[in-house]
């Protein structure tokens, strides 16, 4: 089974505060995926990438960067947190060949700043 | 650019009755289609999907069908449980890449 494991459920920090999510995958995906969930809005993508060291930008980028030094962990970073980045994140891998490109989904970070 | 409808919710139904979540697209080319859904405190899962037009996904007793000359792809299922309650996504991705766009979602709750 795919597995795709955040490492933390649920997150308090502070505003300012510099904010790490971290997500591995055990699939040797080529590809990893964080989006935000919102009510109302589903899922929006962050950021991407396809290969190690490789990254682009997805929907909403701004107050976040990432970093991919290893295929198998995504870092999502918060660089000075603020109060509308309170929200869900998910993590997702895939294969980038196109027949078997499901995406697998972390649990999930619920992360509230204050 | 992308984009994906999905009805709003929540969907209130008692056990054993008929489901269907209404979705439509737009997308250029030929997207391939999906339903995911996430039951509480979990991520999502793949329920179905299908990647050409008339293709009928099915899973778990749920059925989609892919119509390209109305641009939809609905859910169905013809008795629902207790346990179907979660939240529901559509999503597509594009004919050459891999990302995907995702409707809103839809929460359906079922009552014993």
């Known amino acids: 089974d795919v597995k795709v494991t955040q490492s933390s459920r649920y997150l308090v920090k502070r505003t300012g505060e510099k904010v790490f999510l971290e997500c591995v995958q055990d699939?040797?995906?080529?590809?990893m995926f964080w989006y935000r969930q919102d009510p109302g809005l589903g899922l929006r993508l962050i950021y991407f990438s396809y290969d190690v060291k490789m990254k682009e930008k997805g929907d909403i980028p701004e107050g976040y960067s990432v970093s991919r030094e290893k295929k198998e962990r995504f870092s999502l970073i918060l660089e000075s947190a603020s109060t509308n980045q309170t929200s869900m994140y998910l993590c997702a891998s895939s294969f980038s060949e196109l027949a078997k490109n499901i995406q697998y989904f972390g649990a999930g970070t619920r992360l509230s700043v204050l | 650019g992308d984009s994906v409808t999905q009805m709003e919710g929540p969907v209130t139904l008692s056990e054993e009755a008929c489901l269907t979540i209404n979705c439509t697209y737009t997308a250029t080319g030929y997207p391939s289609l999906f339903w995911y859904v996430q039951y509480p405190g979990e991520g999502l899962q793949l329920l179905l999907k299908a990647t050409k037009a008339d293709d009928k996904g099915s899973n778990k007793g749920f059925e989609a069908t892919y119509r390209k000359e109305t641009t939809s792809f609905h859910l169905e299922k013809g008795s629902v449980q207790v346990s179907d309650s979660a939240v529901y996504f559509c999503?597509?991705?594009?004919?050459?890449?891999?990302?995907?766009?995702f409707g809103a979602g839809t929460i359906l709750r079922v009552k014993s």
């Open positions: 699939m040797d995906h080529e590809n």
């Open positions: 999503a597509l991705t594009g004919e050459y890449g891999n990302k995907l766009v």
